[in-house]
T-cell receptor, first 113, second 115 residues
Framework: DGGITQSPKYLFRKEGQNVTLSCEQN?????MYWYRQDPGQGLRLIYY???????QKGDIAEGYSVSREKKESFPLTVTSAQKNPTAFYLC????????????FGEGSWLTVV | GENVEQHPSTLSVQEGDSAVIKCTYS??????FPWYKQELGKRPQLIID?????GEKKDQRIAVTLNKTAKHFSLHITETQPEDSAVYFC??????????????FGKGTKLSVIP
């Protein structure tokens, strides 16, 4: 678990701004994921990446973008097109598909002000 | 796509009693079912998982059962302790092949263990 680092832990965004959440892992995992968590809700998949330079949309990709230029890094940009971005964002990684254990980072709280 | 329903949404038990949380899933191709525990403001942590080739798995006070025919699986916690208080999430995925990267979560169960 300690091998996934998210930053910042708390972030405030003004309306109309793009913000980028950082996620770095040193577990040598091929797959990385971004989930969004709202109060009283489960975790919803935003984007995932199986290998470097490849990523796929999850269930709620609209208003978000990602890149996977390095194996250990999978940053998430919350764009101004995301109308309700206030949430807890969790980055995760796994060795090979969801059939192997997914490990989560500590999360980033994003609030729109 | 996969849909996971989790019940109950909240559960209160006396310390020492057992707690049971149930989940159903919709995709018969799903074959990997993990359970996560999340304490307030912290990351979810895997506590137990089960694959479709077994019907039950135990780890000390925690057990998970799987009924593939009925497409449901359950988490059982025995001899509950106050530190078991948290939100528990079930999840499902295909485990391999197309769609295996999409782990679908239930909405969570808030367990409160009363001393």
């Amino acid at each position: 678990d300690g091998g996934i680092t998210q930053s910042p832990k708390y972030l405030f965004r003004k309306e109309g701004q793009n913000v980028t959440l950082s996620c770095e892992q040193n577990l040598n995992h091929d797959a990385m994921y971004w989930y969004r968590q709202d109060p009283g809700q489960g975790l919803r998949l935003i984007y995932y990446s199986q290998i470097v330079n490849d990523f796929q949309k999850g269930d709620i990709a609209e208003g978000y973008s990602v890149s996977r230029e390095k194996k250990e890094s999978f940053p998430l940009t919350v764009t101004s097109a995301q109308k309700n971005p206030t949430a807890f964002y969790l980055c995760a990684s796994s060795n090979q598909g969801s059939g192997n254990t997914i490990y989560f980072g500590e999360g980033s709280w994003l609030t729109v002000v | 796509g996969e849909n996971v329903e989790q019940h109950p949404s909240t559960l209160s038990v006396q310390e020492g009693d057992s707690a049971v949380i149930k989940c159903t899933y919709s995709d018969s191709a799903s074959n990997y079912f993990p359970w996560y525990k999340q304490e307030l403001g912290k990351r979810p942590q895997l506590i137990i998982d089960i694959r479709s080739n077994v019907g039950e798995k135990k780890d000390q006070r925690i057990a998970v059962t799987l009924n593939k025919t009925a497409k449901h699986f359950s988490l059982h916690i025995t001899e509950t302790q106050p530190e078991d208080s948290a939100v528990y999430f079930c999840a499902a995925s295909k485990g391999s092949g197309a769609g295996s990267y999409q782990l679908t979560f239930g909405k969570g169960t808030k367990l409160s263990v009363i001393p």
